[in-house]
């Protein structure tokens, strides 16, 4: 089973690795990350993600919200990565 959470916790610690050593390996893997959160957890009309998937990618209710998932995670994984990008460019 996937959960939405170490999702956005993968996305940025493979974005932080890239941007702190260059190494092709985390950029590939943050890519590979982002694109199958993007296909399977983002839900298309709404765009908030589901909580959690089975690993081939289908949800396993479609709800996306409960008492665990509050507005911490996703947003984080937005201000971080914009802070990491910002400062990559310099």
Do not use: N
């Not at 950029?27 to 089975?54: C, M, N």
């Amino acid at each position: 089973m996937k959960h939405w959470w170490p999702q956005t916790e993968a996305i940025i610690a493979t974005l932080l690795a890239y941007h702190l050593t260059a190494d092709s390996h985390h950029a590939e893997r943050f890519q590979t990350i982002h694109d199958w959160s993007r296909k399977h957890l983002v839900e298309p009309e709404h765009g908030e993600w589901y909580g959690d998937l089975y690993c081939d990618g289908i949800p396993v209710l479609k709800l996306k919200s409960s008492h665990w998932k509050g507005p911490y995670h996703l947003p984080r994984r937005l201000w971080v990565a914009v802070q990491i990008l910002q400062e990559a460019r310099g």
